[in-house]
Nanobody, 122 residues
Framework: QVQLVESGGGLVQPGGSLTLSCVASGFDLDGYAIGWFHQAPGNEREGVSC??????YYVDAGKGRFTISRDNAKNTAYLQIHSLKPEDTGVYYCATVLGSWTECQPYNFHSWGQGTQVTVSS
């Protein structure tokens, strides 16, 4: 059974950092592109970072603050977020697509995790 499970969210003060994890099971992540998506309250889900075997994408608001990585041996992907801002609040999802993506947006990705909540507040 294909499954993605995110973890690492929580309540963080502005300026803090988090590392989100996405563990895949039921398939081998190697050969898949991985995306991280953010859904703020009342907003649509949007891509914030994607990684394939050859490309990395960051949304403009994440450049310099987000770091995406993957450990194929652990079948796990990560998203580090530094200098957290209140607007980073929301649910973060990981998703996968075989190969790569044409655009780091939800419609390009097929398998999804359940999400992990990040709240940035003092």
């Amino acid at each position: 059974q294909v499954q993605l499970v995110e973890s690492g969210g929580g309540l963080v003060q502005p300026g803090g950092s988090l590392t989100l994890s996405c563990v895949a099971s039921g398939f081998d992540l190697d050969g898949y592109a991985i995306g991280w998506f953010h859904q703020a309250p009342g907003n649509e889900r949007e891509g914030v970072s994607c990684i394939s075997s050859s490309d990395i994408y960051y949304v403009d608001a994440g450049k310099g603050r987000f770091t995406i990585s993957r450990d194929n041996a652990k079948n796990t992907a990560y998203l580090q977020i530094h200098s957290l801002k209140p607007e980073d609040t929301g649910v973060y999802y990981c998703a996968t697509v075989l190969g790569s993506w044409t655009e780091c947006q939800p419609y390009n990705f097929h398998s999804w995790g359940q999400g992990t909540q990040v709240t940035v507040s003092s």
